[in-house]
Structure formats: C-alpha cells, structure tokens
C-alpha cells in the first residue's frame, strides 16, 4: 500500500464516505438555509460556488488533513521559489513567475528569470504592435492580414483558447489561424484562401522537434516561397517561438524573429510566455496585462490564503473526493459562455497530460486514482447531446460550471434564457426529481393511475450529481487569466497530494517513436513483419489499398 493509502486520513475517509454516500444533497439543504453562505467563496469578480457538493464540515475537515499531510503549502513554496521540483526533466516550474509583476528577482541557476521575461516579453509585445499597427511590411509592402500560428498541444491549445475567448477584444480586419493536425487537410484548407504577400506565420514550438509542427511548417515555408518566387521575403513573413534556437535557426528563421521561451515553463502552462504572441496580436499588449494581472492575483490567493477557504485547493480537494471515494474517474467541464468553446479542450490537455500517470514520485505505481477524465463541451450545446447521461446515467459525473453575469455584446433575451439555464440545470442535477413529485405533476396533468405507473420510473431523477459553478463578471482578459490559473493550480494541488509530478509527460513519447519508425515502414513496397499480426495487419492492408488507389487516380 502506499503512503497515501495507508495514512489515518484516508482511512478516516473512506469511513466518512460510507457515512456520507447515501445522503442526499437535497436533505443537506433542507437542513441547513445557510449552506450556501457557508460553502462559497468570492475572489474578486469571481463566485466560487460549492455548495452543490456532497460534502459537509467532517469531509472538509478530513480533505484539508490530506493537503496539510502532503506538506502543501511546502509544495507551494517550492514552486514559486524555483526548485527543481519537476524531478524526471530536472527542472523548475516556473510559469508563475511570467505573470509575475514585480521586479524582485526570481534567481534560477544565478541569473534573474524576470529581467530574461522583461526582455522577452519586450519583443514579442514590439512585434505584435507592429502587425497590429500596420506597421509591419511584408513583400511588396503590404500590411499584414493573416497570422497563421503553426502549433500542437500547448503550443496551440492556450493560443485558441484565449484568442476565441477574448475575440470582443480583437481587430476584425486581422484574422489569426491555427494549424496543428499533420492531416493535410488542415494546412490545405487554411492556405487555401490565404494572400502569401499579407500572411504572417508564427512556428510555435517549445522542442522545435515536434514532427507534426516542422512537417507543417516546411509546407508553409515551401507554399511561401511558391507563391512569391523565392526566399528573399522569409524574414518578412516566418517567425519562431521556441527554447531551441539552434533548430529555428537551421530551419531557416533569422535569430532577430527567434523569440525565447524556456525549460522551466511547460508546453501546457505555456500560455503566459511568448507562446502568447498570437494572443497579443490578436488582443494586444494592454488587454494582454490585463489577462497576466488576472491570473497573478490568483497567484497571490493561492499562495497566501488558508486552504479553507483557497479555491484552487478546495477545487483540488473536491475533485480528489470524486474520483477517489465515490470513483467517479471523470469530470465534466460546462462553459455557458460561446467564446468558451475551446476551453474543454484546453483543459484536457492542461489536466490529462498533468495528472494522467500511474507511478509516484518514488517511482512506484500508486494503489489510488491520480487524474480524472476531462471532457465537456460548451453549453447548451452539451445540454442537447450528453446531459441526458449526466441526469440520468448510471455514472456519477462531477461537473464544473462557469458562466458570464454579463456579456457586453449580448442580447439581454439570449441571456437571459442562457443565464436561466446554468442555475436550472445546476439545481436539477442537485434535486434531481422524486417519485412522488413526478406523480403530482402527472396526475395534475389528467393522467389515470395505469398511465402515471407506466410513465413515472422514466420521469424520475436521481439527483445527488454535484456541481461547482463559477459565477464572474463578464469574460474580460483579467478574469480568463484568472480563471485559467485556478485551474492550473487546482492541478498542481492535486498532484502534490496524489505524489505525482504533474510537469513531465513521458506517456506520449512511446507512441512519437513508434510513429517515426513506423513512417519509415510505410516508405516502401516491402510488407511488414516486424510487429505483432494487428499492426502488421494494419500496416500491410494500407500498404496494399493506399497502392491500389494511387494507381487508379495516376
Ligand atoms: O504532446 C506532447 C507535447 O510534448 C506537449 O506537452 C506539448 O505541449 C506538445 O507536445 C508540443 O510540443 P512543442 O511545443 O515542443 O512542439
């Protein structure tokens, strides 16, 4: 057993949860008119409420032993103060300190991060006023229309996410793409209706070793130079963001349009480095401060605020009660707001790629649940597709719910009717619906006996599914920032306690190898027999048809 699972703590918690399961949410309120008081927290323009949870004092008071045994607020420390604490890269895990604005230096390996930030920030902010200003001239002196942002993972994620969620605030005469599937289809599509002499392309890679980021970016290049027949114009039209200068160089991108990010900050937590450079294009250096300051003062909560009564902790904690004691494996993430629409997926990456592992710090495979499943979609959409599972299914799925009180550019009906939504479904998936009030409303309806007996077991609604709903202002800059960083810290605090690093992603790179040598396999005619007969199957079937088909169309 490991530590985790053997201490007094989650035993005592696995006691409480068989107290605990079989009470219903709807009695806990019954029971208590100030329970909402109780169990929810304001930060700044932001409602934290958690009420919609089952819990009561005896599971927070035992969650909050699980954090103070893990040594959190050591954890914490350790963060901010620069420590390797990303064991198996050897590295600090730094993007704290990128939202940082103080001039206190922030010392790693005896040189100052936040001058080397400043600096950095500098040039890509210089750079981004430029395109927006028209300032900067592409062949044939042309002003700059399109950005295209060639990218994967956290170097696409984060860029989408903000640019759609804050496109109120973005010029409507500068588009931005992004390019990140190797599918061709996606270059294709996007280079398309695309002018060369007008398109500004960012090749955005930490590693600068990401096969499907150089295959595209070598495709762009070429289409670049195709169109404009020759070179000379590159510098004008291709920059790079990237820790590996040396490769962007070698790429053919001069050092001048290089802009640094570094190994302390990790792919997904990237956002806030120049990885932003489509984002300031797109909302430009003050709103950019803005987004920083919003996720800095979430810094400060996280870092100085007693556990009780810290939203990321507390949003860790919950999630570690879900999917631990109730194992429920999942959570679902709701965004009542359109410009939200990529944040599920933002998440996904964020969460998954941080908390998917199954071995400790120590290196031994843990005996507990580490990161849950993540996937959502923005509503009401979802309302239309899973929610039907959500209320009725047999698996208990915690969600999160985050909506707008106020959206400058709505409409006040739509609004409305989408605001009526977030506090409806929030209370039927807490109430859910009992056999007799289902009964009452069928007889009110003139239903006879035989016809309420048919009917009623399909009406019924368990309820007892629990939400958070995060409530802010509007969807400005400083509030995405802000939101964005309790959720990186809601994940930090988890895999402090599960005794994960949360930094590393080894688990992707397995099948990176296989697909560079398997690309080889596909080079030529011979069949295959290096693998097992599935992959060898699979191989040979393709070899064969994509032959056929190549044949066929000349
Ligand atoms: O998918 C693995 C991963 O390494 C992510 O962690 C990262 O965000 C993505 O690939 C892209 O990496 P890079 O920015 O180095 O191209």
Redesign the pocket.
Known sequence: MSRLTRSKTWSSLMEHYQDIKHVHMRDMFNRDEQRFDKYSLQLNDILFDYSKNRINDETLKLLLQLASDANLSIWIEKMFAAERINHTEYRAVLHTALRNPSHQPIMLDGVDILADIRTERGRIKQLSEDIRTRKWRGASNQAITDVVNI???????GPLMVTEALKPYAPKDLNLHFISNIDENHINDTLEYLNAETTFFII???????Q??LVNAETALQWHVNELGGKEYVDRHFCAV???VKLAREFGIEEARIFKIWDWV???Y?LWSS?ALPIIIAIGSEQFDEFLAGAYEVDQHFRHTSFDRNIPVLMALLGIWYNNFFETQSMVVLPYDQHLHRFPAYLQ?LDM?SNGKCVDRQGCQVDYTTGPIVFGEVCVEAQHSFFQFLHQGTKLVPADILAPIYDFNSIEKHHRVLISNVFAQAEALMRGKTYTEVYEDLKSEGLDENQIKQLAPYLVFPGNRPTNTLLFNTLDAKTLGAIIALYEHKIFVQGAILNVNSFD?WG??LG?NLAKNISHELNNVKRVKSHDSSTNGLINHYKCQYLREKLKNG
């Open positions: 990218g994967i993972g956290g170097s696409y994620l955005s890679s930490k590693t600068f070793t990401t499907e980021t990237t820790s590996n990790g792919g997904r990237s990885i990456q790629e992603q992707v790179e990176k």
